[in-house]
């Protein structure tokens, strides 16, 4: 292990084993220095949030992207603080801090038997959001996690979220998509982030009028399982409770080819997507290129 992949490893381990302890004013006062300072170094992560929130809000002038990528930065430091403490949360704490609209999209798939995927977009805590699904619905679920360097660290974020209820898949290995269509042919519950590919053999989707590539999972599962294919978006507001909303099934279209209906379902999640992020965009907490024209300049917007 890199002298840097252990200093990694480390720091996640002081936040994980430290912050959980500080006093909540502490915690929150401690997440919201470090994304001021984080800011206004302007690494190239801040560089890269404020270049996506443009894509988000074109007509924003400098000064507005500016206080974006601030709340942006703050938004994301608050999702660190409280998945640092999750683990030492009450199960009441925890129904407490999230309040989503139209569960019964989910719950109703869910008395269905009939399987559901819950996809979502890198918004505000979906850590918090799964935990309350695995507490107050007393659902488990089975997700996938990028494999981060060094190992010891994507052992820490399995053991994390394992110790919230949910089974964790390696987005690597190619094993991944066989269990979860296993999990939910017995009608069980997969949730995915699905708005940025790592595979870089997603679906070209149109996001915000530019070209996005985003996973085929998602949609590809639906199709060959017959769950109900469910986007959901994630907000924080100024109250210490976070919204999110379920929003309608993705249907599978009666016609074409697998790509075909792959492509149609992806878009559909896209659009969803959009809509959430459009309404709260310093809560979308993407600091990596996600466009294609980002990506690779030869390519053009759609």
């Known amino acids: 292990m890199s002298a840097q992949d252990r200093l990694t490893d480390a720091l996640y381990g002081l936040g994980w084993g430290t912050v959980k302890k500080l006093p909540e004013p502490a915690a929150v006062r401690l997440g919201r220095t470090i994304a001021d300072l984080a800011w206004r170094k302007r690494g190239k992560g801040v560089q890269r949030l404020e270049s996506n929130y ?7 002038s400098p000064q507005r992207l500016a206080e974006l990528s601030r709340a942006g930065m703050r938004s994301y430091l608050r999702y660190w603080m409280e998945s640092f403490r999750l683990p030492a949360w009450s199960e009441q704490r925890v129904r407490e801090s999230f309040a989503p609209k139209d569960v019964h999209h989910l719950t ?24 309350w699904v695995t507490t107050e619905l007393k659902t488990p679920f089975t997700t996938v996690a990028e494999r981060l360097k060094p190992e010891t660290l994507y052992d820490r974020f399995v053991a994390y979220r394992e110790g919230l209820g949910m089974e964790v898949l390696p987005h690597s290995g190619g094993s991944a998509f066989g269990t979860l269509a296993r999990r939910l042919r017995d009608g069980g519950l997969v949730c995915l982030v699905a708005d940025r590919d790592l595979s870089a053999s997603g679906v070209e989707v149109d996001f915000f009028g530019a070209t996005a590539r985003m996973p085929a999972g998602p949609a590809l599962l639906a199709q060959q399982t017959g769950a109900l294919l469910l986007p959901v978006t994630l907000w924080y507001d100024d109250s210490p409770v976070m919204k999110g909303r379920v929003h309608p099934p993705v249907e599978v279209p009666e016609s074409g080819s697998r790509v075909e209906k792959t492509s149609v379902m992806t878009q559909a999640l896209a659009d969803a997507f959009a809509t959430g992020i459009a309404e709260h965009p310093e809560d979308w907490h993407m600091l990596q290129r996600l466009w294609l024209a980002d990506l690779d300049p030869t390519k053009g917007t759609s």
């Open 54 to 60: 443009a894509r988000v809000v074109p007509d924003a």
């Open 108 to 131: 109703d798939g869910l008395a269905a038997g009939k399987g559901v995927i819950l996809a979502l977009p890198h918004l505000a805590n979906w850590d918090l959001a799964g935990a």
